[in-house]
Nanobody
Framework: EVQLVESGGGLVQAGGSLRLSCAAS????????IGWFRQAPGKEREGVSC????????YYADSVKGRFTISRDNAKGTVYLQMNNLRPEDTAVYYC?????????????????????WGQGTQVTVSS
């Protein structure tokens, strides 16, 4: 059974940093692309970042490019999302997701429908 557990969320002031972790179990981690999504109250789930299974190439939404960095440690079965220079508009529940067939896009948007497994989410709140 695929399990994804997010951690690292919290309350931070604007301009601060957080590092989210997504710990995976129950599947061959190396074979899966991993994505990060976020959902603010009343808004649709938004694709934030993605890292591929093979070459580790990455995707970032324009809204986070230059501020967020995704990385993966295959030995630990964990993906990280380093978030710097946080803004109040980054406030949301952050979810990680996994899929064995997906290749992260080079540009454009990341679709929640492309991922087959999801974690429960971790809250990130950025105060102004």
């Amino acid at each position: 059974e695929v399990q994804l557990v997010e951690s690292g969320g919290g309350l931070v002031q604007a301009g601060g940093s957080l590092r989210l972790s997504c710990a995976a179990s129950g599947f061959t981690f190396d074979d899966y692309a991993i994505g990060w999504f976020r959902q603010a109250p009343g808004k649709e789930r938004e694709g934030v970042s993605c890292i591929n299974r093979s070459d580790g190439s990455t995707y970032y939404a324009d809204s986070v490019k230059g501020r967020f960095t995704i990385s993966r440690d295959n030995a630990k079965g964990t993906v990280y999302l380093q978030m710097n220079n946080l803004r109040p508009e980054d406030t949301a529940v952050y979810y990680c997701a996994a899929d064995a067939d997906l290749y992260c896009p080079d540009y454009g948007s990341l679709s929640p429908g492309d991922f087959s497994s999801w974690g429960q989410g971790t809250q990130v709140t950025v105060s102004s």
